[in-house]
């Protein structure tokens, strides 16, 4: 069993930056891919990025990528998302998530899902 705990979300105006937290506890999670998802009001949640178990590997979406950076300490059991230039539309509630996936854009093959953080971007 492995909880999820993101933080760092809040009100920033477009243009500026934010990084969010996710710390995991409970089991290792050794061998793991995470992963951000974001949900907008009235809206599906949308993939936003992954880095693999190692951290040797990383993948956007398009409308974020360039903007945003995705990373790892594993030895603190936390993943973080900076995210710079950040636009109104990228308003929404932000979620982590873990789970040993062979398709890590899909978010219906992550097991464990974090409770969310809300990012709110001014224009």
């Known amino acids: 069993q492995v909880q999820l705990v993101e933080s760092g979300g809040g009100l920033v105006q477009a243009g500026g930056s934010l990084r969010l937290s996710c710390a995991a506890s409970g089991n290792t999670f050794s061998g793991y891919t995470m992963g951000w998802f974001r949900q907008a009001l009235g809206k599906e949640r949308e993939f936003v990025a992954y880095?693999?178990?190692?951290?040797?590997?990383?993948y956007y979406a398009d409308s974020v990528k360039g903007r945003f950076t995705i990373s790892r300490d594993v030895a603190k059991n936390t993943v973080y998302l900076q995210m710079n230039s950040l636009k109104p539309e990228d308003t929404a509630v932000y979620y982590c998530?873990?789970?040993?996936?062979?398709?890590?854009?899909?978010?219906?093959?992550?097991?464990?899902w974090g409770q969310g953080t809300q990012v709110t971007v001014s224009s």
């Open positions: 880095i693999s178990w190692s951290g040797g590997s990383t």
């Open positions: 998530a873990a789970g040993r996936t062979t398709w890590p854009l899909m978010k219906s093959t992550y097991a464990y």
